[in-house]
């Protein structure tokens, strides 16, 4: 390790170590669950086993500031979809996490995300590239939903927010407890500075349902340009 990624790293160890006097930062475990019985049937049958579909939680908007708080994927495994969560409460966390997300994009094809070319995407490599961990696989085509949304929709809908999408193209309205994602960093500090697990579960609940209905969304607008 060179000097100068040495003394970054002191710094936010320091920077996110806890202060005297303070409780210990809680422990998020990984999340892994088979989650068919949330879906169409159909979604499954039309998702390919080469696709991987991926949302982030940060800690701030700026990827030289913030860390990679969690690591949404979801992806077809045999006949059903597997949902998989990762958390980091620190950057040795963090950097153990994007070597594992290096690893796993390896196995696909296309990345699909909701904005993911101007934030997610980014901001894994600029993550990477402050660990010195190299980029993530070029062979992964990204496919960012947000993209083909406002090519068709922007001058029909009033905005094209993902919760949007999947009230117009799904008919799936969020329930009055989702938590906006700008929620995410604050309650993540929360979460490093000891405050219960409770405090964070709506947010991982809110990245699992961004998941599952990239799933639908993906196939909604396959369709809308088969028939363009």
Known sequence: MKGDQLSRLRRSLRKNAPQEGSRLPTRVPDYDA???????????EQTSEDVIFLDLETTGLRPERSLTSLIGILYRQQDSLRLEQ???????????????????????????????????????????????????????????????????????????????????????????TDVPGSEAPKRFQDLRGGAPLSVIEPVLLHNRRDLISLVGLRIELLKVTIKA
């Open 86 to 176: 990762w958390y980091s409460g620190d950057v040795a966390d963090e950097r153990r996490q994007l070597e594992r997300l290096q690893r796993f994009l390896g196995r696909f094809d296309r990345v699909v995300t909701y904005n993911g070319n101007r934030f997610d995407l980014p901001f894994l490599r600029s993550r990477c590239h402050w660990h010195r961990l190299g980029g993530i696989s070029a062979a992964c085509v990204s496919s960012d939903l947000l993209v083909d949304v406002r090519r068709r929709y922007r001058k029909e809908w009033p905005n094209c927010r993902q919760t949007t999408a999947e009230q117009r193209l799904l008919g799936l309205p969020r329930c009055t």
């Open 34 to 44: 088979i989650v068919d019985h949330q879906v169409d049937p159909q979604w499954i």
